[in-house]
């Protein structure tokens, strides 16, 4: 019998019995949603590995959302998809929004204030299913070993995506109902024919994109549809299918054999979610497939057992408790990952309050008659969830905003920044006003452009643009982010003047044609491209760094002489150049050594000598590029044998090598005047 046909007219023997039946109770799915938690919680905590038990999860979900699709067309109901939206997120909210509310909390209580800003971005972006869209623009490394610096919201990806996916899949069962009843087609087979495309189309996305860049494609959307694609033709393909009670019971085995060994001999970490992704998936099928043997011998036996069950029960609880626990206690601990006595308090604690949540929050919740009413009822109740994690995002987010601003208002008397430095300064500032950037905000304390900025975190590039077209002068910046962080003081100047200001820069990737072991992936062929786009452009004036402080602790200051012949390129086009002294590395992220040093900023300095050469490097090479003039600003980082992290109460780096905005706003008077004499721009 050919597939289409058992479709049309499904034997209801063997495993399609199973798969027919109009019960909404499958214990053997229950026994295997527990086995993939236990997997995802076990390899997170223990082993710092991924397990594929996630993908087990996507599968699970739209199997069994294409059965209650499927049974609601051949039983004639309507698809009711406003109705079903609210019903499913009605039920999955409550014990989200828990988890999300204790992660605040939590995260308030025992993570740095550098790390605030941060959690509630990812709090809102949790709240409404994007978090993977969010991680994807971060280009967070899913696969760190440290988990104490990952955000306590990551693992609210794969629940983004299935967010996502719950609600693209009944318009796809809707819209496929409606062609099947215009045009007379048989539903199921049409539905086949639907999800295959989507399953061949997105899995060979998915493992192109892979291979091209796996970390991106971790948190995609698209490159995960094929495993919900694999679920959906599971649910609809099962029914046709008769296999023997002894190959049903070999079948469900060889799943669980493969499922569990997944972690063990695949590498996850370099190969999810491409082809690798079909090993886990085809045997959570497999078992699936198996169904109910009733033989004593067969898998479901174990999987439909009491432990099993009631687990799969509060498996959806376990997930949303078991990484927020695990990332807070290894920071509140200073740990980077558990041991196997930590590891199995974190998990026994997950436990507990997964089965206290889903006990005492969601199923009440799930239960309670009010909402179920009518649709306005059950549109309050989400929204009453909604509102529950909203208001303390919200109000968060706003007493750190308005704090900042406070604090601003005050920045002339109270953060000086390098006007201390001038000898005619007089102090008036508070005493115990607060640093500026303040912790919570310095993470984003890069310069400003009004016309904003393209940025790729994956590759680390910053495309900025800032003022007219017919800008009287017109300035580009290239270079690494050292070059990026000294557009703050020219957009200052470009605002006072009418200029143009534009970057081109890329992190870790300063001017140079020569390969080099700190430089990032991918730079030389950028500063190609690069020097290609200032040709064409033909700006007034391009601005860089010159020297280079190096990244490695043993190496000083230097000049790199790769650096020669791309400014001079530029500068045969006619094009003049200011090249800047580069800015100095501390020890370690400042923000990080004020959070602890709270009363000793001096802790925070770095020796003057581990980052600059006594004179500037770049003396040397002045007369090989005439048309191009440097600059030494590094009199406004160290005085003397010691480069401060805190001046006239700002805080000079946003990291260990990034000066702050504020900082560069505060050297803005002492750089137009040396800009300036250097352009001859103030002559005109």
């Known amino acids: 019998m050919s597939i289409a046909r058992a479709l049309a007219s499904p034997r209801r023997s063997g495993a399609g019995t199973e798969a027919s039946r109009k019960s909404k109770f499958r214990p053997e799915i229950q026994g ?50 406003f109705k079903h939206w609210l019903h499913l997120f009605r039920r999955l909210l409550p014990a989200a929004v828990t988890v999300i509310f204790a992660i605040l909390a939590a995260s308030f209580i025992f993570l740095p204030r550098t790390r605030w800003l ?47 996916v719950f609600i693209l899949w009944p ?57 919900f694609a694999l679920g959906t033709l599971v649910a609809l393909i099962l029914p046709g299918l008769r296999i023997p009670r002894t190959g049903r019971i070999a079948l469900g085995w060889l799943g669980i054999a493969a499922m569990l060994s997944c972690g063990i001999l695949l590498n996850v970490q370099a190969a999810f979610p491409g082809v690798a992704a079909l090993w886990p998936t085809l045997a959570a099928a497999c078992v699936i497939a198996a169904g109910q043997t009733g033989s004593r011998f067969g898998v479901d036996r174990i999987l439909s057992s009491g432990p099993l069950v009631r ?21 509140a601990t200073g740990r980077d990952h558990a041991g196997p006595l930590s590891g199995t308090v974190i998990i026994v604690a997950s436990m507990g309050l997964a089965y206290v949540t889903t006990r005492f929050i969601e199923k009440p919740w799930r ?18 969830a909604v509102a529950t994690a909203s208001v303390p995002l919200a ?48 993470a984003d304390d890069w310069p400003k452009f009004q016309g904003g900025c393209t940025t790729n975190d994956a590759e680390l590039t910053n495309l900025c643009s800032n003022g007219k077209d017919d800008a009287e002068k017109s300035i ?28 081109i820069t890329k992190g870790y990737c300063p001017v140079t044609d020569t390969a080099a072991p700190e430089l990032s992936e991918g730079c030389l062929d950028f500063n190609k491209d690069t020097a290609k786009k200032v040709l064409e452009m033909k700006p007034d004036l391009v601005v860089t760094t010159s020297t280079r402080t190096d990244p490695n602790p043993n190496k000083t200051e230097f000049m790199d002489p790769a650096w020669v012949p791309e400014i001079k390129g530029i500068n045969d086009a006619g094009i003049p150049v200011v090249a800047l002294r580069d800015t100095p590395r501390m020890p370690e992220a400042v923000p990080d050594c004020l959070e602890r040093n709270k009363d000793n900023y001096s802790a925070c300095a770095a020796k003057a000598a581990d980052s600059y050469q006594p004179a500037s490097p770049d003396a040397g090479i002045a007369g090989q590029v005439p048309d191009t003039k440097f600059l030494d600003f590094s009199r406004f980082f ?23 905005r504020t900082y560069m706003d505060s050297i803005t008077p002492y750089f137009e005047k040396e800009f300036l004499a250097a352009t001859g721009w103030n002559k005109e």
């Open 32 to 81: 295997l949603r527990s086995l993939a938690v236990l997997m995802v919680v076990s390899y997170h905590v223990w082993f710092g590995r991924v397990s594929g038990g996630v993908d087990v999860f996507l599968l699970i979900s739209a199997f069994l959302m294409t059965l209650q699709f499927v049974g609601k067309y051949e039983q004639g109901r309507p698809m009711a998809l």
């Open 118 to 164: 941060d959690v509630i971005a990812q709090g809102w972006a949790s709240l409404f299913y994007m978090e993977n869209r969010l991680l994807q623009t971060q280009a967070v490394d899913y696969y760190a070993t440290d988990h104490s610096l990952a955000s306590p919201f990551q693992h609210f990806w794969s629940l983004s995506i299935q967010g996502q």
């Open 171 to 227: 318009l796809i069962f809707a819209a496929a109902a409606l062609l099947a009843k215009r045009y007379r087609l048989h539903y199921r087979i049409l539905l086949c024919y639907i999800f295959a495309g989507v399953f061949l189309v997105s899995l060979t996305y998915s493992i192109i994109f892979t291979l091209t860049n796996q970390a991106q494609a971790y948190f995609d959307t698209g490159a995960r549809l094929w495993e």
């Open 311 to 331: 687990l799969g029960d509060n498996s959806y609880a376990l997930y949303l408790w078991h990484w927020p626990i695990l990332v807070i206690s290894l920071a």
């Open 367 to 384: 239960e309670w008659a009010w909402p179920e009413v009518n649709r306005r009822r059950a549109l309050i109740a989400v929204a009453a």
């Open 395 to 442: 109000g968060w987010q706003f007493q750190i905003s308005s704090a900042t601003a406070a604090a601003a208002s005050q920045a002339w008397a109270n953060n000086p920044g390098a006007r201390v430095l001038d000898p005619g300064y007089v102090d008036a500032a508070d005493k115990s006003a607060p640093l500026l950037p303040s912790l919570t905000t310095v």
């Open 476 to 503: 580009v910046v290239i270079g690494s982010s050292h070059a990026h962080v000294w557009s703050t003081p020219l957009l200052n100047l470009a605002d006072k003047y009418g200029w143009k200001v534009e970057t």
């Open 638 to 660: 160290c005085q003397g044998d010691t480069c401060p992290a805190v001046i006239g109460n700002v805080m000079v780096y946003k990291d260990d090598n990034h000066v702050t």
